[in-house]
């Protein structure tokens, strides 16, 4: 399935980036609400690990306002060493559970877009479904490799951040229509991707970013219904260029079959 992939990806033509978004727009019309109840599901199963992110800081905060300190660092000098290193690592992977959690639900949500764009008739729910089976290890290690790519290209001066920014956006989508895949598979066809298409890939994100912020000017609110917008047209530059037919193989006939009445 790789090899196939890969020379899909050698043989694709330029996607029409005008054509991208039109189309974007056309199913993002349709799917809004899945959009929105996307986004929400996000945030509500992120919650917890936010709040247990921040529980340690309570009674820090409390005794920095009863102490009156003059630096807000001298509440954390009563705490060792090997106190704060317990609470980085888990830092640290609560936020890869956040990333893996976020990572499912979005990969669901190409699976959305998929039904609505070839008419396949759906039901809603199980938006955890890339949480179950094999596919629970390997999301958390996509997101694992994802935070890894992004703190080793930060490290080198920023700038390489711009270069992984874009083959990273292509982890999820690739995932989500090819999940018989291995991680390293994954990755290295995203990067393939991306590399073959990094300008045009770079622009789409851009202004399909910019596109997914103007519900700020519906007090704030429409911003969670065009947040999810930013995904539609990586799902587009997908199917122009790896396409579905001989890719995917049987890795989502059982989640197809979930969404058929």
């Avoid at 349709?30 to 919650?47: D, G, K, N, Y």
């Avoid at 979005?106 to 759906?122: I, P, S, Y």
């Avoid at 065009?226 to 579905?244: L, R, S």
Wanted: with cysteine; charged share 10%; aromatic share 16%.
């Amino acid at each position: 399935m790789k090899n196939d992939i890969l020379q899909k990806i050698e043989t694709a033509a330029t996607p029409d980036f005008g054509n991208l978004l039109s189309k974007s727009f056309n199913l993002f019309k349709r799917i809004w609400v899945e959009s929105l109840v996307h986004l929400l599901i996000t945030m509500i199963a992120v919650l917890p690990f936010i709040v247990l992110v921040y529980l340690p800081f309570i009674p820090i905060l409390i005794s920095s306002v009863q102490g009156g300190y003059a630096s807000g660092f001298e509440p954390f000098m009563g705490y060792s060493f090997l106190m704060l290193l317990g609470y980085f690592i888990l830092l640290f992977i609560l936020i890869i559970m956040m990333q893996g959690v976020s990572i499912a639900i979005t990969a669901h949500f190409f699976q959305v877009c998929k039904n609505e764009d070839l008419g396949v008739e759906k039901e809603t729910g199980d938006y955890f479904a890339y949480l179950k089976g094999n596919n629970f290890n390997k999301v958390f290690m996509l997101s694992l490799a994802t935070f890894g790519i992004s703190i080793a290209a930060l490290l080198l001066c920023y700038f390489p951040i711009f270069y992984v920014m874009v083959p990273l956006q292509l982890i999820i989508v690739v995932f989500a229509f090819n999940d018989k895949l291995s991680v390293s598979e994954i990755i290295i066809i995203s990067f393939k991707l991306g590399n073959k298409f990094w300008l045009l890939l770079f622009g789409l994100i851009i202004v399909s970013s910019m596109i997914a912020q103007l519900g700020v000017i519906l007090c704030f609110v429409g911003l969670f219904i065009t947040a999810y917008f930013v995904h539609i047209p990586i799902y587009y530059f997908y199917k122009e260029t790896i396409d579905f037919n001989g890719c995917t193989g049987d890795s989502n006939d059982e989640f197809l079959t979930h969404y058929k009445n």
